[in-house]
């Protein structure tokens, strides 16, 4: 007769089983441990040198943060980009719902199911293109708009209101909103799309609920879609502002951080400071506080966008 297990060796293989399942993520761990992990602990050691990126560094400890704090340069590019979160991520949120709203408006009707409006995936193929194309070749192309012989100007011109028209990106007190407003339309089809799947997911009855008690399209909206679209407005304000405080090729290929500094972001700033002034560890600095601030944004938003418990 066989003899049963003794209590250590079953105590052995429900661990093994236990941890098995870690071995199957260990490829996709390894990998992230190598290029995410690592190079953000050796740009956190790098901040705390003096380096140009070629001789010898000499420690410094934090008086790069502490520069990054007093230079006014650096913390202009930290304000412009809290500017654009503004336009990278609440005008998107806020024209993504009103098109979802738009699109699905006679979604349902008492007693008759789900209808389906026809076109949409022309609809979702028009508003999405902007989040396709390359930043680049959306930057190129928004220079010209806002040229002084753009389309934009001459549009202008065209309904007699050539007194706005301007050299949009060359002007101080516009280029920031320019291109802001760039970011909006690249952003505002991905936020569209999000609040869609959401809303595929959504109960046709409590539509018809709403409908029975004599609730309006808009009303409809507001008390049915709007609720239960929490998790799709948590990742689209997250993956949007990331967007924002990350900014670098829009900017880049528009203004360069032009006029003066008024359009710099520090996505630009770092990438100035290590590779044409030769400051590697201030530009690390920069970017560690950059990313302190984008975890903290993230944490917030997803505290704030997680469902209220109910005390039993």
Known sequence: MKRPASRAARRRSHTWRDYRGYLYVLPAFAVYLA?????????????????????????????????????????GSVVNALVLVVFFSFLPILAGLVMTGLLTLTRTRPGAGQARRRGMSVYRLLFMLPQVVPLVAVGVTWRWLYGEDGLINETLGGVGLGGWARAWLGDFDWALVAVGLVGTWVLSGLCMMLFLSG????????????????????????????????????VALTVTTVAALASFDIVYVTTGGGPGEETTVPGLLVYRLAFSAGKVGLASALGVLLSLLILVIVYVVNRLSRPERSEL
């Open 35 to 75: 290029f995410a992990v690592l190079p953000a602990l050796h740009t956190a050691y790098l901040s705390l040198f003096e380096w140009d990126g070629v001789t010898l560094g000499s420690w410094v400890g934090p008086a790069n943060y502490q520069e990054v704090f007093a230079d006014p340069a650096l913390r």
């Open 199 to 234: 809303v595929q997911k959504i109960d046709p009855q409590l539509y018809e609920a709403a409908q029975l008690d004599g609730a309006g399209p808009v009303r409809e909206f507001v008390s049915v879609t709007l609720p239960q679209l929490r998790g799709e407005l948590a």
